[in-house]
């Protein structure tokens, strides 16, 4: 048998591990990632363990990555993927890397705090120079030079010889020369002008005049790297009081000042001298923002591998605090789960890395253990998505049955008889074959949507759901609900027109050799039916009995599957006392009733010469019958040649009770018979008086553990068995019945469908002339998205779900426990792949 | 018994084929017996599948009713045959 017929053997291995070469023989396992290593230390602090330092030191080190990778990112610049995948770096080039992590972070860090005072002072500067052209046209405004006032001598300091004093233009005449007016100049940020000159108002009772003016270019603000908007503004008052009281609210305002010299020739004079610094000042920027640039480039090539690197070396030292520390032989020890065909691999990785590190060879001791292992299912890109379908019930018990070998057609084969439609089919495959050709293109793109994942991860079962759901729709005839008419139907109509126009409906009869050519359409539903107005009656009988036929042989097979687990186990007393009663339970009542309905439709028919017991008015209901043979009724046979029979074959009426009275002996054998052998067993051991159970006990731990005979645990038999008789019991009537949704399923997409089509596409199909193309071409884009999102999306949910049900219930019930825990190697892959994701989630 | 041989031969052979022949005769590999199952259980269920169908159908216990425009319609567009079968 292959591998996935049943979980892998899975051996627990202890590894002795010298103190050098553990780094490297743990990075080896890693990238072969087939080991589970068990923590042996479990209730250790997280912050006791051995190696916390290490895994400090490597967190350190992805804080700093990923510093740097933000950085990187906020210049846009791409990172590379090469794809490549370095191998964990030894102890010691993890304090090289830890330097130059060190040193890239505190040299961007660096740039960073310089651009930033660059910055600053930059936009001191610019504001500086938009001040001196502003008020450069308030005092322009204002002047007119009075030659009498040029001759005059400083005011208070606020005059340059042989300029105008720009303050005394303001005072009017009378006012000039004793009145000194002070003046503040200074940029404030545009939002707060008005309610700065408001303020100023309040507090210095409008003894303060106030000119302001936009500053039309937006400047930078250093801090945040946003674009503000910002206004001049000159303030003049008289006399210290006010100054000090102006400065105040200036400063409340985070207006920032600026001396402003009053003399135009000092104006002119700063404001060159502004604009040269600014010209240096732009330089020495535009050179740091460049070599941070080239810092970042550098960083980024090799950013993505150090990502990878510090991510192996956490996870080796994660590995390594869950170790034993043999202080004798200075070593450490480990214990870990191997399957046993990867026993050879396993060493040979252990001789890689001892030679690696050049100490003495690890060595690998196989255990044996109490406990039960890990299910280990080994699957390929193909299998893995059924695996992951039955997983989700429930890992399979250790070395159990693996349903997903099965599972891998059965449930593409039922979801097919619930979807069954040969248009919709194709869209599903070529969806499903676009996804599996290209795989590899569309599997390195990684994207955020769930739903996308979720499909992709299903290709391989959408590419099979769809091919087989062309196959049945091809079955049941059905094209967007129109039937193809390949090979002819085997129904003619033979009336003349006048009983056509006389009669609305004519049934046609099977019967007349010139209506029904006496075989069948050759494969699938007879096209005919398409058109009948009583097509649903004929259909539902149809698909109630595959429904009851499928769901017989699905459940039968699952019962001979768990006559597997029990010879596999050892569990002869299952056999005798679970699975024989099962079977004969089953084929007694419900495969005599597929016999039924087999039996039906060979022998009743239409016909020229078939015997009146054998006319379709004559035929029994199969569902009354069984009904009837379950509460074992009789009846009165009338005797003659026009009467029909209740009666398929002869002796039925006595064959039908003896398969009951099996069954019905069926029920206590399954209740009874184990619990009484266990007891009988635990008596004869009590009585041998020794406390061996080797004889007795079955293998796997999965089954009720025996233990000296006591009332306490006969009782716990007892109601296990119970329940378990109960449960097939009653569950065989009504899993059989539930397979009907197969039927119901079925009904529901056709009725869809023919919906669809006659509510949407008929419309645009039946207007004639260029009106009906031009509404043709809305109307199919209406019928194609209805289609598309209702038939194939919802309806394909809603089948896959069914069938999903089906098998974890159904089926299953019958032979899977599912009560193990699945293998989790230690394996950088995985390790990697889930980093990966948080950090795309976390974006 | 309304069923006539050559479909049933055509449709036998081929799921046949499928479930039977091919695991036989398919290349020794690692995954021999889960394809030897695939095809197995493939062959049997749409072998069974067709079965059913054609069973149902070839002993009719009723026809199809239909509107007498459908009738005129397929008179005209599915002609009798030649040689009607007893």
């Given amino acids: 048998m292959g591998s996935l017929f049943r979980s892998e053997e899975v051996a627990l291995c202890q590894l002795f591990l010298q103190s050098e070469s553990a780094y490297t023989c743990v990075s080896e396992l890693g990238e072969l990632g087939l080991v589970q290593f068990r923590d042996l230390n479990p209730d250790v602090n997280a912050f006791q363990r051995k190696f916390v330092n290490e895994v400090r030191r490597c967190d350190e080190m992805e804080r700093k990555l990923r510093y740097l990778e933000r950085e990187i990112r906020r210049d846009a610049i791409p990172m590379q993927d090469t794809g490549d995948n370095p191998e964990a770096p030894m102890p010691r080039e993890m304090i090289d890397l830890e330097a130059n992590f060190e040193k890239l972070e505190n040299e961007l860090k660096e740039v960073n705090s310089n651009a930033e005072a660059l910055k ?63 003046f503040v100049a200074g940029v404030i940020l545009r939002e707060r002008v008005a309610s700065f000159e408001r303020m100023l108002w309040r507090a210095c009772r409008g003894n303060v ?88 480039v550098s960083a980024a090539r090799n950013l993505r591998s150090w990502m990878l690197k510090v991510w192996k070396i956490k996870a080796i030292y994660h590995s390594l605090n869950m170790f034993n520390i043999d202080t004798i032989q200075n070593g450490l020890i480990a214990e870990c789960w191997i399957p046993v065909p990867d026993l050879e691999t396993v060493q040979l990785a252990l001789r890689r890395g001892t030679e690696k590190s050049g100490s003495l060879p690890a060595i690998l001791n196989r255990l044996s253990c109490v406990e039960s292992p890990p299910t280990f299912h080994r699957t390929n890109k193909f299998t893995r998505a059924f695996q992951g379908l039955i997983d989700s019930y429930g890992v399979a018990s250790y070395r159990e049955m693996n349903p997903a070998v099965y599972t891998i057609i059965t449930f593409p084969f039922l979801f097919a008889i619930m979807f069954g439609d040969l248009g919709h089919g194709i869209i599903m495959t070529l969806f499903g074959a676009w996804m599996v ?65 006389d009669n609305r409906e004519i049934m046609l009869d099977p019967k007349q050799p010139d209506q029904y050519e006496g075989t069948p359409y050759p494969i699938g539903l007879d096209p005919l039916w398409q058109l009948a107005a009583n097509k649903i009656n004929f259909l539902n009988s149809y698909k109630m009995k595959i429904s009851i036929i499928f769901g017989i042989v699905h459940m039968m097979f699952g019962i001979i599957l768990s006559l597997w687990n029990h010879r596999f186990f050892n569990r002869r007393l299952n ?19 597929t016999l039924l309905v087999f039996i039906k439709w060979v022998n009743y028919g239409a016909g020229e010469d078939v015997p009146l017991v054998l006319t379709p008015g004559c035929a029994p209901s199969i569902l009354i019958t069984f009904i009837n043979m379950v509460l074992m009724k009789g009846y009165e046979e009338a005797k003659g040649p026009n009467s029909c029979s209740a009666y398929m074959y002869d002796g039925q009426f006595y064959l039908q009770r003896m398969m009951v009275v099996v069954a019905v002996i069926c029920v206590p054998w399954m209740l009874v018979a184990k619990p009484y052998f266990l007891y009988r067993a635990s008596k004869q051991r009590a009585m041998l008086g020794t406390g061996g159970v080797e004889g007795a006990m079955e293998e796997t731990p999965s089954t009720m553990p025996v233990q000296p005979a006591e009332d306490h645990d006969m009782s716990e038999i007892l109601i296990h068995q119970g329940i378990h008789t109960i449960e097939f019991v009653l569950g065989s009537v009504s899993h059989t019945a539930s397979y009907l949704r197969l039927w119901a399923l079925s009904l529901a997409h056709a009725q869809l469908s023919e919906v669809l089509w006659g509510m949407v596409l008929r419309i645009g199909l039946s207007t004639a002339g260029t009106t ?72 | 018994m309304g069923a006539s041989a050559l479909p049933l031969i055509m449709m036998t052979l081929l799921w046949g084929i499928v479930g039977i022949v091919l695991p036989i005769i398919l290349p020794k590999g690692p995954h021999r017996s889960l394809m030897q199952c695939i095809l197995i259980i493939t062959g049997a269920s749409c072998w069974l599948f067709w079965l059913c169908c054609y069973m149902h159908q070839m002993n009719p216990l009723i026809g199809p009713m239909l509107h007498n425009r459908t009738l005129a319609a397929v008179k005209q567009l599915w002609p009798q045959p030649g040689a009607t079968s007893v």
Wanted: proline share 4%.
């Fill in chain 1, 437 to 501: 050709w290209k795989e590899k293109p569309l599997s390195v793109k990684k994207v955020d949507s769930e739903i996308w994942n979720i499909f992709f991860g299903g290709r391989y079962i959408i590419l099979l759901m769809g091919t087989f759901s062309m196959y049945t729709g091809i079955i049941y005839n059905d094209v967007f609900s129109k039937s193809l008419n390949l090979f002819g139907s085997s129904w003619h109509v033979p009336f003349n027109e006048s009983t056509i126009r």
């Fill in chain 1, 575 to 593: 056999v005798l006392c679970e699975f024989i009663p099962q079977v004969l339970f089953m084929s007694c009542l419900f495969v005599y009733l």
């Fill in chain 1, 209 to 296: 005049f106030l000119r302001q003016a936009q500053i039309e270019e937006p400047l930078e603000d250093p801090a945040t790297g946003e674009q503000v908007y910002k206004s001049v503004f000159i303030i003049f008052f008289q006399g210290e009081q006010l100054k000090l009281r102006v400065k105040k609210i200036c400063e409340g305002f985070r207006a920032t000042m600026y001396p402003c010299p009053e003399a135009p020739a000092d104006r002119r004079e700063m404001a060159m001298g502004v604009k040269t610094r600014l010209d240096d000042l732009n330089t020495v920027l535009s050179q740091t923002q460049d070599h941070r640039h080239r810092v970042l």
């Fill in chain 1, 772 to 843: 009906g193309g031009f509404a043709m071409y809305f109307i199919f884009a209406a019928w194609a998205t209805l289609t598309v999102v209702i038939l194939v999306l919802m309806e394909g949910l809603s089948a896959f779900l069914h069938t999903l049900r089906l098998h974890w219930v159904e089926f299953q019930s019958k032979f899977y426990e599912g009560q193990g825990y699945a293998f989790v190697p230690f394996s950088f892959d995985s390790i990697l792949e889930a980093n990966e994701s948080t950090v795309t989630e976390a974006k």
């Fill in chain 1, 120 to 182: 600053r002072n930059y936009l001191e500067l610019t504001e500086l120079r938009h001040i001196l052209k502003k008020t450069q046209v308030f005092f322009d405004e204002e002047g007119h030079l009075w030659p009498w006032q040029a001759e005059r001598d400083g005011c208070a300091g606020n005059l340059d010889g042989g300029s105008v004093s720009l303050t005394q233009n303001l005072l009017p005449d009378e006012a000039k020369g004793p009145i000194q007016l002070g």
